[in-house]
Structures are given as C-alpha cells and as structure tokens.
C-alpha cells in the first residue's frame, strides 16, 4: 500500500501536466505498475487536480459568503411545538387547517403570547415546513392493539349486510359502533371495555365505558351516546359481535326506526370509520394496559368526558373524497381538514338551533385546558396499573418506563 501510494504521488504531477495523447501511455505504465482497474487509475490521478484547483479558487480573496437565514427560527418552533402538543402531535396538513383558529383560542384564554411577527409567519407556514421541523418529535414507540371480538350467530340472518362501498350517507347521523377491549393481554377475569360510535359523514365520536362487554351495559351505553349526539341517530352499523347482535338492540331499532346493519365477517374495512378511532381516539388516550374494577372505571368515563369535547371540537379530519387507479398506482384525493365541529356547521340536515347549541360550546372550551384534564386523567391510570404487571405484559426497556408514551401510542400522522 505504501508503494502503491509512492507511486501514485509521483506519477501524478506527470499524468496532470501531460497532453491527452501521453496521458493515455502514462496511464497505461501506472496500471501495469499498481494492478488498479483504468477507470479507478483515472479517478485517482485527476481527481486531486480538481481538488487543488477548488482550494485555490476558495483562496482567492473576494465578497464575504452570505449565509441564508432561517425563515421558522427557534422562537417559532418554540411556539410551533407546543401548538402541536396542545393538538395531540397532529400531521402537518391537518395542523395548517386548524392554525388560524386555534391560535385565536389560545391567545383568547391566554395560554399563549405570540409576537406579531411569529404569528404571521405560524399562519403561512406550509404543512410540509411542519412536519420537517418537527420530524424528531415524532419518532415515538410504536403499539399494536388484539381483536377480541366474538362473533354471534343468533339473528344475523334479520340483520342485513352493508359493506364499506355502500356508506355512502351525505348527512350526519348514520354511525358505526364497535367495543374495545381493555384487557391488557389477559383474558383471564373481567376488565373494561370502550363502546365507540362514530358520525360517518362529520367523523364526530363518542365513547363510553363499560365494566365488561355483557349486552345490558353495552346495550345501556349506546342509549347514552345517543343521547349526547348534537344530531338525530338515523342508523346503525356494527360488526358481527354477540354483544351487538342480539334481539334487544334489533328489537330497540325496529321501535325507533333506526336502520340497522352489520359488517361482513371479518372484513374490518366495513367499520372503517370507527376502526380508526379505535386507536386515535381511545388507544391512543386510554392505552393498552388492563383496566377493571369501578375505580377505573369511573376515571376513564371522566377522561372520555373531557376527550369527547377536545376530539370533536378541536381534532381536523381529512375525508377521503375519491380514489382513481393509474396502472400500478392509486391516486386519493382528500378534502379539506376540518373538524367534526366545523363539519356540522357547514351541514344543511343540522337544524339552525342545534348549530346555535354548538357554536355556544365551543365559545366556553379552551383546548390546553381539556389537553391537561385529559394529561392528569392519564396520569391517574398509570398509577392504578401495577408495575410488575405492565412489564411483563409490554416487555419494554427499563428506561421506557418513566415515558407515559409506552402506554398512550405514538403521535399521531
């Protein structure tokens, strides 16, 4: 090797002064000479001629470089971050949506003073600046759920089917529902369950729940949710649960006029709107650790309390408008972020008094204040789950265990 360079070094100054005609026969005495292939000889002995000439260039004397500056500096991110946090880690695209409102609710409650010119430059800053100046936050622990769900055979043949392309509903009031189990990896016992019923067209949501999946509690809280719609229930779908389907329900649909039906077997994307909010809305703020007894109970329906109003006013949803195929690819056009909220304003199937009753809610809530009831609820529920218990059911690093995230999910896209 140490040849091999003495005689690179040597050959070099002749190889870069030569013509091309010499260059060709010097290059072929260093190839003999060191065994390199031509294209890397050639690479060799040219290529510190083009390094030299770049020093020389950088020493000769001329205007000062002018270094560009940055646009989104520290203060904005500062600000940019806990707008963010606020929102629950929301993706770039529905945090631009939502930016110039949440802004002026902040400011209103004063949660935040925010300079002139670090506003104006929060509200025409692109989706895309977002999600690269707050990359690193985003690089969290990542959970996966277990479907528990137990199909029931009695009156399914009364139920009609509705697949996923049939949901087509252009007003509020057609939702889907779904149970979520908390179990935390143990079937064994009893434990909590979530029932979760989700507005096709606004994406507004509601959660409840229940101390096991018996259809009596599951069956009481869907009257609950009900009554909590800012809309009138115009129909019902569910999955193929014992727990749904069951004479009560069909028998309480029929006496309502209520449109009920079920999902294919195994066909998650029948449900695909609740399946979502599955995870975004309870797994990602209840967890996947085993929750039971009343006690726990009580501290999740609060949390849900504060959640419903966070989730429903303040989280932007972007709807899938239409899909067209190119060859290999599928293109997907999305509308416009909005909130459930800001959908349901804009619905014409919404009487004049109940936008009235919302927009009188939503001028009393104070997102970082719902963000830290929902925070200190969390809290709550860490400390009633038994330690030895999570780690053996989450087999996590030690160092995992003070971030509240190991639990709670990753920030949402």
Not at 344 to 371: H, I, M
Request: proline share 4%.
């Amino acid at each position: 090797m140490a040849e091999r360079k003495a005689v690179t070094a040597a050959t070099r100054s002749r190889y870069q002064r030569a013509s091309k005609k010499e260059k060709g026969k010097i290059l072929d005495e260093f190839i003999e000479l060191t065994g390199y292939h031509r294209v890397y000889a050639r690479s060799v002995l040219g290529t510190v001629e083009r390094k030299i000439v770049r020093d020389q260039q950088r020493r000769v004397p001329g205007p000062a470089s002018r270094k560009s500056r940055k646009v989104y500096d520290q203060q904005v991110l500062v600000v940019l971050r806990q707008v963010w946090v606020i929102l629950d880690y929301i993706c770039g695209k529905r945090l631009v949506a939502i930016m110039p409102e949440v802004l002026g609710r902040l400011e209103y409650f004063e949660e935040l003073k925010i300079e002139p010119e670090i506003r104006a430059k929060l509200l025409r800053i692109s989706a895309a600046t977002i999600d690269r100046l707050l990359r690193a936050e985003r690089r969290k622990h990542e959970l996966r759920g277990r479907g528990r769900t137990k199909p029931g055979t009695l009156l399914k043949k009364q139920i009609p089917l509705r697949t996923f392309s049939e949901w087509n509903e252009q007003q509020p009031g057609f939702v889907e529902i779904d149970l979520v189990g908390h179990d935390g990896g143990l079937l064994q016992g009893e434990h909590l369950y979530t029932l979760d019923m989700t507005d096709v067209y606004s994406g507004w949501t509601e959660v409840q729940a229940v101390q096991n999946k018996a259809q009596v509690w599951v069956f009481a809280a869907l009257k609950q949710l009900r009554a909590r719609l800012p809309f009138p229930l115009q129909g019902i779908d569910s999955d193929n649960g014992s727990e749904f389907i069951n004479a009560d329900l069909l028998e309480y649909c029929q006496q309502q006029q209520l449109t009920f039906t079920r999902s294919r077997p195994y066909r998650k994307n029948d449900n695909c709107y609740v399946e979502q909010k599955n995870y975004t809305v309870v797994r990602r703020h209840v967890g996947y650790q085993r929750l039971a007894g009343e006690q726990q109970l009580t501290i999740v329906n609060e949390l849900y309390q504060h959640l419903r109003l966070y989730t429903n006013f303040f989280q932007p949803q972007m709807k899938l408008k239409h899909k067209e195929r190119r060859g290999s690819q599928v293109k997907k056009t999305y509308d416009v972020p909005q909130t459930p909220y800001q959908r349901l304003q804009q619905s014409s199937y919404l009487s004049a008094a109940g936008k009235r009753r919302l927009k009188a809610e939503y001028a009393r809530l104070n997102p970082a204040e719902l963000k830290r009831q929902i925070e200190r609820l969390q809290g709550k529920l860490l400390q009633l789950a038994p330690e030895s218990k999570l780690r053996r059911l989450y087999r996590r690093p030690e160092s995992t265990w003070t971030n509240n995230n190991f639990v709670f999910g990753k920030p949402a896209r």
